[in-house]
């Protein structure tokens, strides 16, 4: 089957009069359909800004410099704006962490659900009615009949997720976008959640670029990975081999902050310093500061690029771990 999404050297600063943030700096990965692909790295480095672009809707001080976004056969930074909205929400659609946000504040939840379902769907209202209260039901909402009928201010924040959920899987998107989706959330809730999302999106066929700051969530969650820092892609992989054998500095330094239940004992190292200013990025590889394998070599020459080390592991490091480190 032909991959569903391929985002090529991708480039995006936000320019304001005063200053340039070099938000993203060269981001290339491809995502497989019904793969589940988290995107992990620390806050500010570009995560969001990366599913805005995808989804055409940055803001206006947003620059896109380089780039290609292949979805279905185009390019959605050259598609117009009736078919990146066409495809918003039915092929592609997003979810935030903060869904009482994005839901109307003064329609019930079921109606919002209903209408995506007939807006783009042609379903009557009857079978509308039908699939909303299935989705409900797959998302973990007990009584959905009663649910429909709230405003969001009467829904928690766990539930207000799953009906965002609902409502971003309701079309079967071959794409769902998800940033952050459970992090307002409790543990308990957040691992509740993602399971049935996985569970849901896998009967659907829908593939997930699921976004993430918590290594945690990439382990139950992941096929593939896809590690981020300052703007850039550092390392991908499927996620046995990444959390078995990380080769990237960072990404073995956020694995070492990560609690693990093989290993309880362990001590935690927390990742020191903290990562670079996008508004001054260096040419140098941008974890140099922070980074315990720094050569010589590293702090001559340019970022460099990702390589691959095996056919599906691509690490961008001067000296990457060996796998036996
Ligand atoms: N609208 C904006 N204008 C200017 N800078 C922004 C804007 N949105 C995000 N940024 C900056 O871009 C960088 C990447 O942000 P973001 O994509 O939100 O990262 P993440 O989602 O990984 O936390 C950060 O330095 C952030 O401050
Ligand atoms: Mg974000």
């Not at 070099?22 to 995502?31: D, P, T």
């Not at 992990?40 to 410099?65: D, Q, R, W």
């Not at 009482?100 to 807006?119: C, F, N, T, W």
């Not at 066929?205 to 976004?211: G, Q, T």
């Amino acid at each position: 089957m032909a991959e569903t999404l391929r985002v090529e050297n991708l480039h995006v600063h936000y320019e304001t009069a005063a200053r340039t943030v070099k938000a993203l700096n060269g981001v290339s990965f491809v995502q497989q359909p019904e793969e589940v692909f988290c995107l992990v790295g620390e806050s500010g480095c570009g995560k969001s800004t990366l599913a805005l672009t995808i989804m055409g809707l940055l803001p206006a001080t947003a620059k896109v410099l380089a780039g290609r976004i292949m979805f279905d056969g185009v390019d959605l930074l050259q598609a117009s704006p009736s078919h990146m909205r066409r495809l918003r929400g039915r092929d592609i659609s997003l979810v935030f962490q903060d869904a009482q946000a994005a839901l109307d504040p003064v329609q019930p939840v079921g109606r919002q659900l209903e209408e995506v379902i007939m807006a783009h769907g042609g379903a009557s209202p009857r079978a509308a009615n039908g699939m909303a209260q299935e989705i409900l039901k797959e998302m973990g909402l007990p009584d959905p009949k009663r649910i429909m009928g709230q405003y969001p201010f009467n829904l928690s924040g766990g539930m207000c997720q799953r009906v965002m959920l609902a409502i971003a899987l309701v079309l079967r998107p071959r794409l769902l976008i998800a940033d952050e989706p459970t992090s307002g959330l409790d543990v308990t809730m957040q691992a509740e959640i993602l399971l049935r999302l996985k569970r849901l999106c896998r009967d659907l066929h829908s593939a997930i670029l699921l976004i993430t700051h918590d290594m945690g969530v990439v382990a139950h969650m992941a096929n593939q990975v896809g590690v981020m820092y300052a703007g850039s892609l550092v390392e991908t992989a499927p996620a046995v081999p990444l959390f078995k054998q990380p080769r990237h500095p960072y990404t073995w330094a956020l694995l070492q902050s990560l609690p693990r239940l093989d290993n309880v004992n362990k001590r935690l190292e927390p990742l020191r310093g903290s990562p670079p200013d996008l508004l001054d990025l260096p040419e140098q590889c941008p974890f140099l500061p922070r980074c315990a394998k720094a050569l010589n070599r590293c702090r001559l020459e340019r970022r460099p690029l990702l390589q691959p080390v095996s056919p599906d592991h691509w690490v961008a490091c001067h000296n990457p771990l060996h796998p036996s480190e």
